[in-house]
């Protein structure tokens, strides 16, 4: 089976257009979140998502969002990316937007996985991630391999070196940090060898 490839912090029209020359995505995402580097405003992820050809999933990624900030961006997106946020709230917000939810699940040590049942019936995607969130830093991936559900997202530490053994895990790879020469930059040359590597494995 091909790579389902999720790109994560896009924040230039540039790299957009890369992307969707090469081909080979099938997610992009937007974040939300102050602290990083990658955060947009919503007058900016207008501008960015407005490009996104229909064919690509636009995911908005947002930490312990209020209701009232969904409300606001929602009509952008196709999923909502939620990190830090009760089984309760989360299904709140599915709620208000009509969207499909990528629960992500922050992996500090092998018992966090688990958390993911809390969310079963409420999510329509998992995403695995190291708990420094979009930096570069992985996690023990040997601590997925008893997940009870069969399609879930990869992150945390994916990059064009370790992308093989990623798929040997998962089939849904995210990735952020590792296309970046600087945090929140991406490189053009990095996501075209990426988006070329997925494309020949």
């Known amino acids: 089976m091909p790579i389902e490839l999720k790109i994560c912090g896009i924040n230039s029209e540039k790299i957009i257009n890369t992307i969707v020359q090469v081909g080979g995505c099938k997610y992009l995402g937007f974040i939300f979140y102050p602290p990083s580097p990658r955060n947009l405003s919503i007058e900016q992820s207008k501008k960015l998502t407005s490009v996104v050809p229909d064919y690509i999933k636009k995911v908005a990624v947002i930490v312990k969002p209020e209701n009232s900030f969904v409300e606001k961006i929602k009509d952008q997106f196709d999923y909502l990316q939620v990190y830090n946020s009760s089984p309760a709230k989360v299904k709140e917000l599915k709620l208000i937007s009509n969207k499909k939810i990528i629960q992500a699940i922050k992996i500090n040590k092998k018992e966090d996985v688990n958390l993911y049942k809390e969310y079963i019936g409420i999510a329509d995607e998992f995403l695995f991630d190291s708990p420094a969130m979009e930096k570069s830093s992985s996690f023990d991936w040997d ?34 940090s590792g296309l970046e ?10 996501v075209l060898d990426f988006l070329l590597k997925v494309k020949n494995l």
């Open 143 to 176: 601590y997925l391999k008893n997940i009870e559900i069969k399609r879930w997202f990869l992150a945390g530490g994916v990059n064009i070196n370790n992308l093989e053994k990623a798929k040997n895990i998962t089939q849904k790879i995210d990735i952020s």
């Open 181 to 190: 020469d600087n945090p929140g930059k991406k490189s053009v040359q990095k």
